[in-house]
């Protein structure tokens, strides 16, 4: 069972799990259309959807339903990949965001508990519960000191995890994630908003792309690997805690370059500044750990900035020559 199954990590995990044999359930929330454009592919398919792929209606915030749907299917894994997963959105919307991250996550908890044969589950943690952390990389032992509410959100949620594996004794383990991106990343993060800027801007069907701080330096991984270690972290006997990074970084302004270059554009031409879109607080520098995952899953990101810079871009040009603006 997926939650989250419709975002970017939840399709990937999806043709994963397809691919591994495994009939999936995943929980959506309604919607004003029905369209589900990462799914598409396996939903248009009737020998996948509604064979081996179910999708079941509920929201992080009703406990009955998804109570309900649990008992129903009686889930052997469980990944929990919802939430409102944007970093900036989340001082403007705190409130739901902690709600739906910490508590849904929680609720989700104590539903699994009251299960005769309790799933594995996997919750997808960030490494935005460091913060800005004074250590650098940042591996499992690193302490939590989140600086914004997703990241205390997320940071509740980790904690309490890891309480019902020691208490209680389950097989809970967290994801902890460093960015990871992908064409299917949505358009109102950083890295999709630069790649699709940089093909509007070569096919002349934009001008100028407007960004806040591009000084930062972030560990950016590609999702459908991420998606990979997810699972693999409920394969391994033991339930644990992990790091998932690539151990390397770049500035957004490293990113912006490649964009750029790879359309054979030079970014300065192209590129405005407004304060707007700087968030209040922002780590200048995040470098994940990811050797215990390499050490024990045997994981590794084969995929790094200037591969995953090109993968979006080529995909975006693709799309918009193909006249989806
Ligand atoms: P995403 O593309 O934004 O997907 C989020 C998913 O959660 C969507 O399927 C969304 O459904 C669903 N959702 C949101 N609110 C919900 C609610 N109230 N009830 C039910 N479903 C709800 O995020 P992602 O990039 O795939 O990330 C997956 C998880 O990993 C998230 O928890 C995120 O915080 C975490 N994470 C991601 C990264 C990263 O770099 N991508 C890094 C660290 C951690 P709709 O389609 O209906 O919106």
Redesign the pocket.
């Known amino acids: 069972m997926i939650?989250?199954?419709?975002?970017?990590?939840?399709?990937?995990l999806c043709e994963h799990l397809l691919e591994k044999g495994y009939t999936v359930h995943?929980?959506?929330?309604r919607?004003s259309t029905l369209d589900?454009p990462?799914l598409q592919v396996q939903y248009s398919n009737p020998d996948v959807y509604g064979k081996r792929l179910f999708l079941h209606y509920?929201?992080?915030?009703?406990t009955t339903s998804i109570r309900r749907i649990i008992t129903q299917i009686q889930p052997i894994e469980f990944y929990?990949?919802?939430?409102?997963?944007?970093v900036g959105l989340s001082f403007e919307i705190p409130e739901?965001t902690c709600d739906?991250?910490a508590m849904?996550t929680l609720r989700i908890m104590e539903i699994l508990r009251d299960q005769p044969n309790r799933p594995k589950f996997l919750?997808?943690?960030?490494?935005?519960i460091f913060g800005t952390p004074t250590v650098v990389p940042q591996d499992e032992t690193t302490p939590q000191n989140p600086n914004s509410p997703?990241g205390c959100a997320?940071a509740f949620a980790t904690q309490m995890v890891k309480v019902y594996r020691e208490s209680h004794g389950l097989f809970f383990c967290n994801?902890?994630?460093?960015?990871?991106?992908s064409p299917?990343?949505?358009e109102n993060?950083v890295t999709r908003k630069i790649t699709l800027a940089a093909a509007r801007i070569k096919l002349g069907l934009q001008e100028y792309l407007t960004l806040g701080s591009i000084d930062s330096a972030r560990d950016?991984?590609y999702?459908k690997e991420?998606a990979e270690a997810m699972w693999r972290i409920l394969q391994h006997d033991q339930p644990d805690d992990y790091v998932?990074a690539t151990g390397t970084s770049y500035t957004v302004r490293d990113f912006l370059q490649a964009a750029f270059d790879h359309v054979g554009l030079n970014w300065l031409d192209h590129v405005q500044f407004d304060k707007r879109f700087i968030r209040p607080a922002d780590a200048e520098s995040l470098l994940g750990d990811p050797r215990k995952a390499e050490r024990v899953l045997g994981w590794k990101a084969q995929t790094h900035m200037h591969d995953l810079v090109r993968i979006m871009v080529d995909y975006d040009m693709h799309r918009l020559a193909q006249g989806n603006n």
Do not use: M
């Open positions: 939650t989250g199954i419709t975002g970017q990590d939840g399709s990937y995943g929980i959506v929330r919607s589900r990462r509920a929201d992080l915030s009703d929990h990949l919802a939430g409102q997963s944007h739901s739906l991250t849904g919750h997808a943690s960030s490494r935005e997703y997320k994801a902890i994630c460093y960015n990871h991106e299917r990343r949505a993060f950016w991984g999702a991420y998932l």
